[in-house]
């Protein structure tokens, strides 16, 4: 806005309703809009949508100080805008994909401000000449505030851009997402100089959730020691998601992919794990297995937070129809599948006495008496309406997705009371 004069603070009749804006409303209306428009690819990224959200809110009491003309333009010291846009440049969003949320933005704002204008104007009972003049003046001024973010956020991005470019993060990244989404054959040799990890090998993908990638890089040198893994290739697929492939120029040992297991768990870390497969294919076949899993975690509310796919493959198949999933364990378990603490303590004991064998070793496994066993067992016979012995493999295969579904259909509706 070069040459054009910068428009005056809001006038007296107008500070109060500005100082008084409810800027949690506008807020979420414009993330809301933001994300539909700009970012239609990360609805579900809490992380990413957290700094959207806090930068939005960042920008807004900004605008709110500059309206009032407590602070001008050059003291600004940007914070949350400046970490939102460098995360954007670091997880492949486009510029243009910014720039048209700050457009967004400010539409949103503007209209919501004149309404206020417009309402208060008629509540002073101001000439309409006034209150046009003075919604003007005021929409300017925001305006300008955002021309002068937008050049400084555009910026930081261009700068983290470069810095990705010189070490050509994003070129790998970019190589091994086209990889992944080719059905074609490649070279495993072609795009060793490339991407640094030798896709001939065998490969155990990991995902880690909800920690940042610099900490998560740290980890997965840890797990690569663990294991005795020889490569690492890394994809940054959210704020604080990324997936990491564990290379081995042989098959994976059980003990080095349980050491993968282990470390995870005694991090207490959300983790998705897959079993070994070779090759590109291999590095296309695990990355849908965490594909899998992460609709998984979705579709089944008592996932635990590690996930390892040869132990939730049954799950993953079955609940592909969740709808029809749950009407299956309705129809199986009866009212074994209710949320209450008696039934849970019931199909947690007939799924041990699948497990064990017996009522003995299943009372020690559970740390009960052995009558309390039979009692339990019993009253599940009396529940189903048959022994458990009939349709043994359809109630062990309801009691593993109750168990991962958490609440049935009928709970959810009644919050489980």
């Known amino acids: 806005m070069n040459g054009i004069p910068t428009p005056n603070p809001v006038p007296q009749w107008l500070r109060a309703r500005l100082s008084e804006w409810d800027l949690d409303a506008l807020i979420e209306r414009i993330a809301s809009v933001d ?37 001008e333009l050059g003291a600004f010291e940007l914070r949350e805008p400046a970490v939102f ?20 933005g400010i539409q949103v704002a503007v209209d919501h401000w004149g309404s206020i204008v417009i309402d208060e104007g008629a509540r002073q009972e101001l000439p309409a000449s006034t209150v046009s003049a003075d919604l003007l003046s005021s929409v300017m001024r925001m305006l300008a ?25 994003q070129l790998r990244e970019q190589v091994v997402l086209d ?10 040799s072609d795009l ?22 610099a900490e998560a890089t740290r980890i997965v040198q840890d797990l690569r020691q663990l294991s005795g893994a020889v490569g690492v290739l890394s994809l940054h697929v959210g704020v604080a998601q990324t997936i990491f492939w564990l290379g081995r120029p042989r098959a994976w040992p059980t003990a080095a992919v349980e050491s993968i297991l282990d470390e995870v768990r005694r991090r207490k870390l959300t983790v998705s794990v897959t079993s070994a497969a070779v090759g590109v294919n291999g590095l296309r076949q695990t990355h849908g297995a965490l594909g899998e899993m992460a609709k998984l975690r979705v579709d089944g509310t008592a996932i635990g937070p590690v996930l390892y796919y ?3 493959r049954l799950e993953v198949l079955l609940l592909q129809d969740s709808a029809a999933a749950r009407r299956f364990v309705e129809d199986e378990l009866g009212q074994l599948a209710e949320a209450s603490p008696v039934a849970e303590r019931i199909r947690q004991t007939v799924a041990a006495s699948y497990t064990y064998g017996s009522h003995v070793q299943t009372a020690i496994a559970l740390d009960v008496h052995e009558h309390t066993v039979r009692n339990r067992l019993r009253r599940a016979e009396e529940i189903l309406g048959h022994s458990l012995a009939d349709r043994r493999t359809e109630l062990q295969i309801a009691l593993r997705l109750r ?3 958490g609440r049935t259909p009928k709970e959810s509706e009644t919050g489980g009371n």
């Open 35 to 71: 994300t539909d428009g700009a970012f239609p690819n990360r609805r579900g990224d809490d992380h990413f949508l957290e700094l959207l959200r806090a930068s939005i809110l960042e920008n807004m009491r900004n605008m709110q100080s500059y309206l009032l003309g407590t602070v």
């Open 85 to 104: 846009a460098r995360k954007q440049a670091e997880i492949g969003i486009a510029q243009s994909a910014l720039q048209h949320s700050y457009r967004l």
């Open 145 to 169: 505030y955002s021309d002068h973010v937008q050049g400084l956020v555009a910026a930081e991005f261009a700068e983290q851009e470069a810095e990705l470019r010189r070490t050509g993060q």
């Open 179 to 188: 990889l992944l989404h080719r059905t074609d054959s490649v070279r495993s």
């Open 192 to 213: 060793l100089s490339i991407i640094g990890y030798d896709l001939s090998h065998a490969h155990v993908a990991v995902e880690i959730s909800e920690v940042a990638p």
């Open 310 to 312: 040869p132990d939730v």
């Open 403 to 405: 168990e991962t579904m």
